[in-house]
Structures are given as structure tokens and as C-alpha cells.
């Protein structure tokens, strides 16, 4: 079964990557308001880290390692910023859970199913680790829930994660929190892949196991 999703990943990539070629990069830096616009391979931030895309090819590879593997959920969030984002996006500044983001609803049980519920287990009991793994990220620290931060997914496009510790009573809880036009950026599916990016990237950071298994992507 794991074969043949990976197998399916590396078809989808496939296919933007040629879509990618057609792409006028100019004119998507300067309407997403984006630094890193050059010629040849163009420079793209995500969650602080430094990716490049490759307009003859599609490619896109890490900025100081390029020979290293980009992971499918990276790939697909950057692919859908350029492809869906439209004409002149902007943010709301209102802060929305999933459920209302707009067209999302179809996706919100696996959202909090494979996402969000996974990594509030993760963290339930390592609240210090958390702290700890959002400083090191760079994250923004918020003053809501026991561990909140606001990060940048893209430079144009922020995103909040709450997370509440369990007790004796009550398990741990978690949220994501997103601009209310987030869908002006990028495909209401490719939200789920993002915050499911940013939170690995708390896991990875806090060097803890992750429960549970990660979103399955069926590509708009």
C-alpha cells in the first residue's frame, strides 16, 4: 500500500513539475509580494527554510543542499502557491479555524483525524520540548493557549498553532489557526498540507516520535 502511494507522489510531481515550466515567475513574486525573484532558478522561503525552483525544469530543491529530497507535502505547498494563488491576494488579518475556512469543509475530518489530533498525542506531557522546538524553528511566540506561535508557511502567508498540555482529566488539545483569505493563495486542500508542514517541522525539532500517520494528499 505505502508503494503505491509513494508511487502516485512522484506521478503528481511529476505533473506540475511540467505544469511549472509554463509559469510566469515574474509576475507571481511581484503579486505575492515575494523577495527571491531572479533569473534562472528562483528562490522561495518555507517555514524559514530556503527552496528554489527551477523554471526550465520544475524542479525544486533545497537552496543549500539541492541534492537532497524534497518532501511531497514542501513540493505540493509551493506548487500550489504559484498555481492557484490569484491575481492580487491579500491577507484578511482575521484568524480563522479550519472548519471556516472557505471550501475546506469537505476535508476537516481528516484534517483534526491525521493532522491536528496526532500533534496534540505527540506533545501531550512535553510541553517544554514544544517551547523549546518553536524557538529553535524561529517561531513567532503568541500569548494564546499553553504553547501558541505564529510562523511564516510562505513570507506572504502566516499561520498560528495553539496547543493546550493534558492533565489527569483532560487530554492534550491542539489547533491552526488561518488567515481568513488563505484560499486567495492557495487551494483549500493544500491548507491541510501546510499545516501538516509546520507542525512536523515542531516534531522533527522537538526530536520526539510522531503518532499517528501523516495526511494522505489526493491532488486538486
Not at 53 to 67: M, R, V
Not at 84 to 112: H, I, N
Request: hydrophobic share 35%; charged share 30%.
Amino acid at each position: 500500500m505505502e508503494e503505491r502511494y509513494q508511487g502516485n507522489y512522484e506521478k503528481v510531481k511529476e505533473d506540475w513539475k511540467e505544469k511549472a515550466r509554463t509559469w510566469n515567475f515574474k509576475e507571481r513574486y511581484e503579486a505575492l509580494g515575494l523577495e527571491g525573484y531572479c533569473e534562472g532558478k528562483k528562490t522561495l522561503r518555507f517555514f524559514g527554510q530556503d527552496y528554489q525552483i527551477d523554471p526550465a525544469t520544475g524542479e525544486i530543491s533545497e537552496k543549500d543542499d539541492p541534492k537532497a529530497s524534497v518532501d511531497f507535502n514542501t513540493a505540493m505547498s509551493i506548487y500550489n502557491l504559484f498555481y492557484y494563488s490569484k491575481e492580487k491576494p491579500r491577507l484578511s488579518g482575521e484568524w480563522v479555524p479550519f472548519r471556516d475556512v472557505p471550501r475546506a469543509g469537505v476535508f476537516t475530518k481528516a484534517f483534526f483525524e491525521q493532522t491536528v489530533e496526532p500533534f496534540a498525542r505527540t506533545f501531550n506531557g512535553h510541553l517544554p520540548e514544544l517551547l523549546e522546538a518553536g524557538e529553535r524553528l524561529g517561531y513567532e511566540r503568541i500569548a494564546y493557549s499553553d504553547a501558541g506561535f505564529e510562523a511564516r508557511a510562505f513570507d506572504c502567508l502566516p499561520i498560528r498553532f495553539l496547543f493546550w498540555d493534558g492533565d489527569e482529566e483532560f487530554p492534550a488539545k491542539a489547533n491552526v489557526l488561518f488567515d481568513k483569505n488563505i484560499v486567495e493563495f492557495v487551494h483549500e486542500e493544500t491548507v491541510v498540507l501546510i499545516a501538516a508542514s509546520g507542525l512536523k517541522r515542531l516534531v522533527q525539532a522537538a526530536r520526539l516520535p510522531q503518532s499517528g500517520k501523516p495526511y494522505r494528499f489526493y491532488a486538486p
